[in-house]
């Protein structure tokens, strides 16, 4: 540069067509050039410093600001300016420009990630004391439903109320997936069930149309219910947001046996499949190969987490999840499923008969109305309760009992303790005291490991809040066998 701080002469590596999408020639001889291609909210203050670093002739300077690419995509930019002087006299300015997109990016993922942490914490939180809530309102709906059982309109009221209820449950199932991840806690599963359920719910009052293929003799599937929800959620969700303009969504399922011959990473054996076939704008190539990554996302709005996490549920229950589609034709999302080889309970409206049940249970949980509701739950099974606060208080009561010769034959022991000793810590000293002690966990954080592997932490069963007397009373009976504590 001269005197006056005009070009004389410059010089662009080739390397600066890759950043910035132009070619060398592009910025040669116009210092106004490159301010063309600067994000225009970044431009005032990289003028700004510009003008001071002129100003205090400062020999050296950093930045960072965005620049618009060639291809219209935005860059992030890190600048680093060498003034060289002669008598005072500004005679060149060397710069070295470093494309550092990839690294904000990832700093802003780590932002997200951090941020999601925070809010997956307050999600738990209240997922787990919103459980709490309903495992009181089904406790009192179950009872009221033997009050009533010869009151068929009555008790169908209730039903359609407990139904409910285990929809919110749902709810709270997404929360905690959203908070912790999880361990899946899997039971057998009527999958046709749940595909016509939640996609005729998520449809409704839209101008997509549902058609289901769906044999009946469709085999059912391990898997945990909340979470399994989700996935379907997020696809029939993905397939509506694709077809604005209307269209049909095509929900098929079929038994399959894999044989291993072919490329899915799939032990061998019996799945059921489903899939979600829209008729919306598709997917380019490029994109289909990162629909499954993070913050990945073609809309304009969303977090890109959804097919993310709708991929890490279904490998947690060890199947697999694939995706094909043709711009402008639509897209088909495929989910295998491990078969069950388990038997479903059907759901009946009429109000459960409990055969009678003997023994004496020690119920520990830091909820007040959960006492009462599972003392009342309990008696009503013929069993004899006492209740706990907390583990303290629960180790303090099975060690006197044990000691006057009249131990308690089952514990239930909530696993998470707000400031207390909760079920995991409590069940170890538990089983110092007896070995042979037969112990239940219960609690609303269903994706804890401890919920899903309760054999391994030294449990017979487990119940999950919130839950209907017919939960609790099937898991006593799994624990017992023949029915009798003594």
């Given at each position: ?247 049909e969504l095509n929900i098929r399922a079929f038994n399959y046996f ?229």
């Amino acid at each position: 540069v001269d005197k006056s701080g005009k070009i004389i002469d410059s010089y662009y590596s080739p390397v600066i067509e890759k950043i910035t999408g132009y070619p060398p020639s592009y910025f040669d001889g116009d210092k106004n050039t490159w301010s063309k291609i600067v994000h225009p909210e970044d431009l005032p203050d990289l003028r700004t410093r510009n003008k001071k670093i002129f100003i205090e002739k400062q020999k050296e300077a950093r930045t960072e600001y965005r620049i618009i690419h060639k291809d219209g995509s935005i860059k992030f930019i890190r600048s680093a300016v060498t003034l060289n002087f002669l008598d005072n006299d500004l005679i060149r300015v060397d710069g070295v420009l470093m494309d550092v997109t990839e690294m904000k990016k990832a700093e802003m993922e780590l932002m997200k990630i951090q941020k999601l942490e925070s809010i997956g914490v307050l999600a738990g939180g209240i997922a787990h004391d919103f459980n709490n809530i309903l495992t009181a309102i089904l406790g009192n709906i179950s009872l009221a439903r033997l009050m009533v059982k010869d009151n068929e309109k009555i008790a169908g009221r209730l039903f359609e109320a407990e139904k409910a209820c285990l929809r919110a449950k749902d709810l709270t199932q997404q929360l905690l997936t959203f908070s912790k991840g999880g361990t899946p806690v899997k039971k057998a599963t009527s999958l046709s069930e749940m595909l016509k359920e939640a996609t005729t719910f998520l449809l409704r009052g839209s101008n997509v149309k549902a058609r289901f293929d769906i044999p009946q003799n469709i085999w059912l599937v391990d898997a945990d219910e909340g979470l399994l929800a989700q996935v379907i959620n997020n696809l029939v969700i993905n397939a509506k947001q694709a077809m604005p303009q209307g269209g049909e969504l095509n929900i098929r399922a079929f038994n399959y046996f894999y044989d291993g011959h072919s490329d899915l990473p799939l032990k061998r054996g019996k799945y059921v499949c489903f899939q979600v076939e829209d008729q919306g704008v598709g997917i380019d190539e490029k994109s289909l190969q990162k629909i499954f990554d993070p913050y990945f996302t073609t809309k304009k709005t969303g977090s890109g987490l959804g097919l993310a996490v709708t991929f890490s549920i279904i490998k947690k229950h060890n199947g697999h999840i694939t995706a094909r589609s043709k711009v402008g034709k639509g897209t088909t999302f495929s989910v295998y499923l491990p078969a069950s080889e388990k038997s479903l309970q059907a759901e009946k409206q009429q109000t459960e008969n409990f055969a009678p049940l003997k023994g004496k249970v020690l119920l520990m949980d830091d909820e007040e109305v959960i006492r009462e509701i599972g003392t009342e739950m309990l008696s009503s099974f013929g069993l004899r309760v006492e209740v706990a606060k907390n583990g303290k208080e629960a180790i303090e009561k099975f060690k006197k009992e044990m000691q006057n010769s009249n131990p308690f034959d089952l514990v239930i022991l909530d696993l998470t303790i707000p400031g207390g000793m909760g079920g995991k810590e409590t069940i170890k000293v538990l089983q110092k005291v007896n070995q042979e002690i037969k112990a239940i966990v219960s609690s609303g954080y269903s994706n804890d490991p401890v919920m899903a592997n309760y054999k391994s932490y030294g449990f017979k069963g487990v119940v999950i809040k919130p839950y209907r007397m017919a939960d609790m009373y099937s898991t006593l009976k799994e624990v017992l066998k023949d029915g009798q504590l003594n």
